[in-house]
């Protein structure tokens, strides 16, 4: 009776063979062979490295080579209980749900076991996928948590051929790795995704901005600077500050330099290894925020974008991430066909990180940058979209159909964790964050087992989710303690000041319900223009619902509906004349295609609880808060009926 890999995972334990011999004998010899097969089973304990479930292997290069698992190839099994369970027998193929596609079970080859390869191959697992990962790090790499490991370097030609000769399709999770080898894998009939044409576009900086300004995508002014004649052309044309970048090898902050006057030029060059290394220019962008799109692309060419995120940077390193990004859907369709039509002009599958710029005019929409592979700006996927950036690449490049790349949650933040310094102490602070999100409700965490931390180096990160972007902001302020600028969820305007003793009913009910909002001024007669631009911005800061004060012919809630596309409750203020009636029958007299809710005259608490069950639509904890308050209402007058039947209605009027 031999044990399947399934087995194994549950009792702790990697069994290799099986006997179908063993399965179908009697009983008796079932038991004769039992002492046979403990002892078999003792013996492979003796070539294996056993672990938990809640442990990965760890195998060093010493211990494979004195196993018999080790072979002249210098490929050494990494993998772990969770692919054991997901292992099936060879002889039965999985084939994918397009005819084209490799089936299930294929063998995906990546160059580069970093925490890419560690995400990639954890996305893999619970689709029967088999991943062997290229990278030389000992004696494991954060990938063999759930992967093979072949020990070598992935910029070395005769390690990618070899390392390549037994898989179905070969991809990258850095794109710094040696084209020639790839070109020649696809001469041998071995599929590489993206195509090794776009890697060896993508790994020359400049040789991708030619590529995007050849193909009409959208991209800042950009010369080579070959030498110090050309430098000068670069300044006399763009001005300073200029932007320097070295052409290869540049990622996470490295590779560029900013040149803010003259005197910095020389420095500029020399941190950048001098012109001989290959640099070129860029002219400085004015811009508003930066943003990010991970755009998918199939073997077919189909081409699906993620949403547009914002991303913050610390150093010229990405430090958190805010999806969706706060803009307006207009702007946001802007930048993913910015980022759709660059990913498009490409050949060969994958997931590609899309870098952009929002200029200070707020309309127009640049690209930076883009990779050829998941991207820091797309680990919010994980948790908050329908399908990860990770899944979404493995089943581009093996011919399966695109997963859904829309939110599943109303908004997440993810924070990357990184060493202030090196060390043990670093080590600890990064681990004590770390501690922290376990304690915050929609908080994941991500640790990337590096042996040690240093200044700068990425170890881990944190996603929080939520029902909204303002809720994932607070979930991570807990844990970090960082401002995350958290905005009001409702606006609450009026014309003037004197309109405020009625409209602070509004901010008291909103209050009692924890619901953030913000109180301002705004006169549709005497500032037109802060009315026009707060109704047509209200929304991209994450304001839900405006609640105006409507005095007279109710102008403000009028004009405030028909610009901005969120609901909006009018408060028919009382005043000298009319008593608000004036108000009231203006509000509800409002055009066709212009909805403008209102309540009674002079009840802004009304209007708070409108806007709350506006909120409550999308966030749980304020649903239940107002059912909690209804119910609150109903105890309360049912107490009141009781009390008015026990004492009648004289000693109640008396108590009133």
Same mark, same amino acid.
């Given at each position: 009776m031999a044990l399947s890999c399934a087995a194994a995972a549950r009792t702790g334990r990697m069994v290799i063979g099986s006997s179908s011999a063993s399965a179908s004998s009697s009983s008796s010899s079932s038991m004769g062979g039992f002492k046979q097969q403990q002892q078999? #089973?003792?013996?492979? *304990?003796?070539?294996?490295m056993l672990r938990t479930i809640n442990t990965k292997f760890k195998r060093t290069t010493a211990l494979a080579k004195n196993s018999s698992r080790y072979n002249n190839n210098n490929r050494i099994s990494k993998t772990t209980l969770t692919m054991a369970a997901a292992s099936s027998n060879s002889n039965q193929m999985k084939y994918s749900a397009e005819n084209d596609g490799l089936p299930r079970d294929a063998k995906i080859g990546i160059l580069g076991g970093g925490q890419l390869g560690r995400m990639l191959a954890i996305a893999g697992a619970p689709m029967g996928v088999r991943l062997n990962v290229l990278d030389p790090t000992e004696p494991s790499c954060p990938a063999s948590i759930a992967a093979e490991q072949t020990i070598g370097s992935f910029r070395d030609k005769a390690a990618v051929l070899e390392f390549a000769k037994d898989c179905d399709v070969v991809t990258v999770e850095i794109e710094h790795i040696d084209c020639d080898a790839l070109d020649e894998l696809v001469k041998n009939g071995i599929d590489v995704q993206p195509t090794p044409k776009t890697l060896r576009t993508i790994q020359d900086k400049y040789a991708q901005k030619v590529h995007f300004r050849d193909n009409n995508v959208k991209i800042g002014p950009f010369m080579d600077v070959p030498d110090e004649a050309q430098l000068q052309n670069a300044v006399n044309a763009f001005g300073f500050p200029l932007m320097l970048k070295s052409k290869r090898l540049a990622y996470d902050g490295r590779g560029n330099a900013v040149a803010k006057t003259a005197s910095?030029?020389?420095?500029?060059? *020399? =941190? #950048? @290894?001098?012109?001989?290394? @290959?640099?070129?220019?860029?002219?400085?962008? /004015?811009?508003?925020?930066?943003?990010a799109v991970m755009v998918a692309r199939s073997k077919s060419g189909e081409v699906v974008a993620y949403p547009v995120v914002e991303t913050v940077h610390e150093d010229n390193i990405c430090d958190t991430t805010f999806a969706p990004a706060m803009i307006s859907n207009r702007m946001a369709e802007k930048a993913q066909a910015v980022a759709k039509s660059a990913i498009a002009s490409f050949e060969g599958a994958g997931i590609f990180g899309v870098e952009l710029f929002l200029l200070e005019d707020g309309e127009t929409v640049l690209l930076n940058e883009c990779a050829p592979r998941p991207h820091n700006s797309g680990h919010y996927t994980i948790e908050a979209c329908n399908c990860s950036q990770y899944e979404m690449h493995l089943r581009a490049i093996c011919g399966w159909p695109l997963g859904d790349p829309q939110l599943k949650v109303? @908004? =997440?933040? $993810? *924070?990357?964790?990184?060493?202030?310094?090196?060390?043990e102490k670093a080590m600890t602070k990064c681990? !004590?964050? $770390?501690?922290?999100?376990?304690?915050? /409700?929609?908080? =994941?965490?991500?640790?990337?087992?590096? /042996?040690?931390? *240093?200044?700068?180096r990425k170890v881990g990160h944190i996603t929080t989710v939520g029902a909204s972007l303002n809720e994932a902001k607070e979930r991570m302020s807990e844990i970090t303690g960082d401002d995350y600028n958290v905005q009001p969820s409702i606006g609450i305007i009026m014309g003037s000041d004197s309109d405020l003793p009625t409209m602070a009913a509004a901010a008291d009910v909103l209050k009692d319900f924890g619901i953030k909002c913000e109180v301002t001024v705004i006169s549709a007669h005497r500032t037109p223009q802060e009315m026009f631009d707060y109704s047509k911005k209200a929304h991209t800061r994450g304001i839900r619902a405006i609640i105006a004060g409507a005095g007279g012919a109710a102008h403000l809630p009028g004009m405030v509906a028909a610009m901005t596309p969120l609901p909006v409750i009018g408060v028919p203020v009382p005043l000298k004349y009319l008593d608000g009636m004036d108000s009231l029958l203006s509000i509800v007299q409002m055009p066709k295609g212009v909805p403008t809710a209102t309540v009674a005259i002079g009840n802004a608490a009304n209007a708070g609880?409108?806007?709350? !069950?506006?909120? @409550?639509?999308?966030? /749980?904890?304020?649903?239940?808060?107002?059912?909690?308050?209804?119910?609150? $209402?109903?105890?309360v007058v049912l107490g009141k009926a009781d009390k008015l039947m026990t004492n009648g209605y004289e000693k109640y009027l008396k108590e009133m």
């Open positions: 078999q #089973l003792q013996n492979q *304990k003796q070539t294996m910095d030029l020389d420095n500029a060059v *020399k =941190s #950048l @290894g001098g012109f001989d290394t @290959g640099l070129y220019a860029e002219k400085w962008v /004015p811009f508003e925020r930066e943003l109303g @908004g =997440s933040v $993810m *924070k990357n964790i990184l060493g202030d310094g090196d060390g681990h !004590r964050i $770390m501690g922290k999100a376990l304690t915050v /409700p929609g908080a =994941s965490v991500h640790w990337y087992e590096k /042996p040690e931390v *240093k200044k700068a609880l409108l806007a709350a !069950r506006i909120v @409550g639509a999308y966030e /749980p904890e304020v649903l239940k808060k107002m059912e909690e308050y209804q119910d609150n $209402m109903t105890e």
